[in-house]
């Protein structure tokens, strides 16, 4: 999708917001964002290219398209119920009659369809008319003659043709005043005197209506109507000449030959039915006499092409004879044009949605998203308008239209549609726009106050959001403990364990979210945990140290803070220990003999090396025990809980959660004991009574952990270190070996 068009997308959508309960407004900004799209598209066209491209043809249509919307509501809403008894009134003119008989909703919306098809006309600049002739005195003295004359001057029928062609193309657009005085200025007064018969008879001295100050308009303008067909009929005329008689006369045959596109088509037809509807009108008023006589056959207009129906319209031109109109019938915005016409509002919308199912795309479109965006903004025109319209289908296409946005990063603009959703879904698609979003924190920030600016449910947004992507890391968890556990104690952080941490931010919006993050952030560390991710799990770690934005109170005893507290318990533990490690590995190169100085020097790097030891060791001894039993407590702390004491949303008795907790148990309390061993056995040198401490962990480990040694299979790992400490303890006191010698072999 092209830059231009991403910005008519946002153009339709703050339009939209900003006076989505203004009808008039709207559209008038609807018709400007098309009419600037169209100047673009021209001027970016090539120059040489003789035929409108397949994109700017389609941005005319829907610029059309919004302009009768627009009209129709103009014109339709103003409908009153007509005067009957001043109708009645035998003395009224014409022009009072056709006033009040027009205030019908039916005949107003063909009286603006017609307005509409000549307003969308395209514009037309009047060409300079002259005759040619060699004697120009002889000229001047013709055209006067002409002007003082009514009767026809057919000695240029070159002339004559480019005249009915102009006066066609003026009236074609309602400038039917222009083309009067265009045909005096051209020595033409007959034929201006001519087009004058459609005008309808008014005259002040009857009408209550301040309709005009004088009288004028043909008084018998039936007659002159049936006068007009049978010159259309008559085949010495250019075809031209012939079509503004057959529109005057309200027929359609004989105009047909000059129209080249579907409106020019449409036009016909619609005038003719307007013009037919009015007559009988006329015929049916107290006001008309019938005159039973020979001149009754003066009347007849007989045209089987004369529209019954404003539907038959919209039927012959798809069963046209010329392929060109029938496949422009068959246009999306034509096809659109004829619905709204129709007030079939319902069955387009269910169409479309149909064609949207089957294909994504309707053909001969530029791309789905010129249709979606119209549709989307006509239903919820309709909507806002309190109009019907089928809710279910509305429902589908909006949501189209938000995947659409989605796909070509129109995030900002999501919102806003999905407001007009129902609850459910516009969690959903605000869940679907969320989960593409890997921006900064404060990023994310500003989509959940757009959120909450158009009235979503952020809360049930954010939680779905961070559950839908967590989904799968169910499957992930090892159903028994293995090396590959191990392996992974050490490989590095990947970039969707970085996502999978960072999908927690949008749970840190909100206060009422603090359980809900912690409940997944339980199900992250489970996952890092027992597939052996500790870096991965160390990065979650920070991560929740460093959101300051989250008001981390719970509840006392909050079963999910318990959990959360034994995680971090076990990854303090474990940084501790490795920034131990770090230091025991890092002691300072033994002094130079021969240097009394340098040797000095270096005791006294020694001596700090050694107090920073001691500082670590104590350090992470305390941390380590205290992860033994937080993580003890994993499952211990749920044992006096009874079901309602359980916190709402968490369920501890479900057992896939207990077997999680139970194998983060058996994986990490033997590795902890690994770690304590080799914490006291490195350090016996600085910290003599460390030997012993290193041997009596197996005095714990037999009390309570055997058990996990065996299901972790570290029990032989930890045996041989245990056999270790028991040869350097034999060492020191010999007269130990009775309580010793037995694990040394």
């Not at 060409?127 to 001057?153: H, Y």
Request: some cysteine; overall charge negative; charged content about 25%.
């Amino acid at each position: 999708m092209s830059k231009e068009l991403k910005g008519t997308l946002d153009e339709f959508h703050d339009a939209f917001i900003s006076y989505k309960n203004n009808v008039d407004i709207i559209t008038e900004k609807y018709i400007s964002i098309c009419q600037k799209r169209i100047k673009y598209l021209s001027k970016n066209s090539n120059s040489i290219q003789f035929y409108d491209s397949a994109e700017l043809l389609n941005e005319k249509l829907e610029l059309n398209t919004w302009k009768l919307i627009q009209m129709l509501n103009r014109h339709c809403k103003s409908v009153g119920e007509p005067d009957i008894s001043y109708m009645e009134d035998p003395y009224i003119s014409d022009a009072s009659f056709a006033n009040q008989y027009l205030q019908n909703e039916e005949l107003t919306k063909v009286w603006t369809v017609r307005e509409w098809l000549q307003d969308i006309c395209s514009p037309y600049s009047i060409p300079s008319l002259k005759k040619e002739s060699n004697n120009t005195s002889k000229n001047k003295l013709v055209n006067e003659q002409n002007k003082l004359s009514l009767e026809p001057n057919s000695n240029d029928q070159e002339f004559d043709e480019k005249l009915s062609k102009i006066v066609y193309e003026l009236i074609r657009r309602g400038r039917l005043a222009d083309a009067i005085e265009y045909c005096e200025q051209c020595g033409n007064p007959w034929k201006g005197a001519s087009l004058r018969g459609t005008l309808l008879w008014v005259d002040p001295n009857y009408d209550k209506e301040d309709v005009n100050d004088v009288a004028s308009g043909n008084r018998n303008r039936d007659l002159w109507k049936a006068i007009c067909y049978k010159l259309s009929n008559e085949g010495k005329y250019n075809s031209y000449e012939r079509a503004i008689y057959s529109i005057m006369s309200g027929t359609v045959k004989n105009a047909l030959s000059v129209c080249k596109t579907w409106e020019d088509y449409l036009w016909v037809y619609y005038n003719s039915y307007l013009e037919n509807e009015l007559s009988k009108g006329f015929k049916a008023s107290t006001r008309y006499i019938t005159e039973d006589n020979d001149e009754a056959d003066l009347y007849s207009i007989e045209d089987t092409l004369i529209p019954e129906s404003t539907e038959f319209v919209f039927d012959s031109l798809l069963k046209n004879e010329n392929e060109k109109i029938r496949k422009s019938a068959g246009e999306p915005f034509h096809y659109i044009q004829k619905m709204i016409i129709l007030n079939k509002y319902d069955e387009m919308i269910i169409h479309f949605k149909k064609q949207l199912e089957e294909s994504e795309t309707i053909t001969g479109t530029p791309t789905n998203t010129d249709l979606l965006r119209f549709f989307v903004h006509f239903i919820l025109l309709l909507k806002n308008t309190g109009q019907p319209y089928p809710e279910k289908e509305s429902e589908y296409i909006i949501i189209e239209y938000i995947n659409s946005l989605i796909k070509y990063k129109k995030r900002n603009l999501v919102a806003g549609y999905a407001s007009h959703l129902t609850n459910e879904n516009q969690i959903k698609s605000y869940v679907a726009l969320l989960k593409t979003i890997d921006e900064p924190l404060n990023i994310k920030k500003e989509y959940i106050k757009l959120a909450q600016l158009h009235g979503l449910d952020t809360t049930s947004i954010c939680t779905v959001t961070v559950n839908s992507a967590l989904s799968d890391i169910e499957e992930h968890f090892p159903k028994d403990i293995n090396d590959s556990i191990y392996k992974n104690m050490s490989s590095p952080v990947t970039s969707s364990d970085i996502a999978k941490i960072h999908i927690l931010e949008w749970l840190t919006f909100e206060v009422s979210l603090v359980k809900e993050f912690y409940i997944q952030c339980n199900k992250l560390y489970r996952y890092f945990l027992g597939t052996g991710k500790l870096n991965a799990a160390k990065e979650l770690f920070n991560f929740v140290l460093n959101i300051n934005t989250i008001q981390c109170k719970s509840e006392e005893n909050d079963i999910n803070m318990n959990e959360n507290i034994a995680y971090t318990g076990l990854i303090d533990s474990y940084n501790s220990y490795m920034s131990w490690k770090n230091t025991i590995e890092h002691k300072p190169n033994e002094p130079n003999e021969n240097t009394s100085e340098l040797s000095k020097r270096k005791s006294s790097k020694e001596t700090e090396w050694e107090a920073q030891v001691i500082k670590k060791t104590n350090e992470a001894d305390n941390l380590l025990n205290t992860a033994i039993l937080l993580l003890i407590n994993l499952i211990k702390f749920e044992d006096n809980q009874t079901e309602s004491d359980a916190m709402e949303g968490v369920d501890y008795n479900d057992q896939n959660d207990l077997y999680k907790r139970q194998t983060i148990q058996n994986i990490y309390i033997p590795k902890i004991f690994l770690w304590l061993h080799n914490l006291y056995f490195e350090t016996k040198d600085i910290i003599p009574e460390n030997l012993n401490k290193s041997f009596d962990l197996v005095c714990d480990v037999a009390s309570q952990f055997c058990d996990q040694f065996e299901i972790s299979n570290t029990l032989e790992t930890f045996l041989d270190a245990i056999r270790k400490s028991a040869i350097y303890l034999l060492d020191r006191n010999p007269n130990a070996v009775t309580e010793i010698s037995p694990f040394i072999f």
